[in-house]
């Protein structure tokens, strides 16, 4: 879906808790799912992806969820440490259509020491 | 291994001047993809090459954008006679095939338009 130029959603946690970080997808279609940190001044940093044939993921200290009767994508952050502090999106993908990537909005996590 | 090159960093164009934004792949990336970052906001795909081709064009706005991806050297953006509106993070990312494998990013260069 095409994004608004408002201000992002911003997710404050403490250190040491878990963080949840949701997602909504535009395109029933779409069979592939990443989900990108992007830190300050850097460009997107690949963390996980999962493809729809799974509902869930995990990776080190990352889960990726999928729920694709509501078209839902969340990211699960085990232990939240400061330097998680960044912006997260996700992005979607069609895979026979080629390497095109739909963006979500974003979400600013906040970790609190 | 170097990641995804973009230079420059930071780019200042005046009103009706051009930008040249270019992107070095990743060794043995063959695809490159452009996208522009307005703040606050998530990428948004503009446009996806192989060496000497355009594969998808969509999200390139019709007038005063271009790429190309030549057979030696970078993949280059161009934006010509620029306007307030240009101004955006512009990002480069690379693959080693059609498949979404290996997908990465660049830095970015930022552009102002002044």
């Known amino acids: 879906g095409e994004n608004v130029g408002l201000h992002l959603p911003t997710l404050s946690v403490q250190e040491g808790d878990n963080s949840i970080i949701n997602c909504a997808y535009s395109?029933?279609?779409?069979?592939?799912f990443i989900w990108y940190k992007q830190e300050s001044g850097k460009g997107p940093q690949f963390i996980i992806d999962?493809?729809?044939?799974?509902d869930k993921r995990q990776g080190q200290r990352v889960t990726v969820l999928l729920n694709k009767t509501v078209k839902h994508l969340s990211l699960q952050i085990a232990a939240t440490q400061p330097g998680d502090s960044a912006v997260y999106f996700c992005?979607?993908?069609?895979?026979?259509?080629?390497?095109?990537?739909?963006f979500g909005a974003g979400t600013i996590l906040r970790v609190k020491s | 291994n170097a990641g995804v090159m973009q230079n420059p960093r930071h780019l200042v164009r005046r009103r009706g001047q051009e930008a040249r934004l270019r992107c070095s792949p990743m060794?043995?990336?063959?695809?490159v993809y452009w996208y522009r970052q307005l703040p606050e906001e998530g990428l948004k795909f503009m446009v996806y090459?192989?060496?000497?081709?355009?594969?998808?064009e969509s999200g390139m706005p019709k007038e005063r954008f271009s790429a190309e991806f030549p057979k030696e050297g970078p993949s280059i953006l161009r934006i010509q006679q620029v306007v307030r509106g240009d101004s955006a993070a512009y990002f480069c990312?690379?693959?080693?095939?059609?498949?979404?494998?290996?997908?990465?990013f660049g830095s970015g260069t930022r552009l102002t338009v002044v």
């Open positions: 990312a690379s693959s080693p095939g059609r498949g979404n494998s290996g997908y990465t």
């Open positions: 395109n029933s279609a779409s069979d592939y």
């Open positions: 999962i493809r729809s044939n799974m």
């Open positions: 992005a979607e993908n069609i895979m026979e259509y080629g390497n095109k990537l739909v």
């Open positions: 060794k043995g990336h063959s695809h």
């Open positions: 090459l192989q060496k000497e081709n355009i594969i998808d």
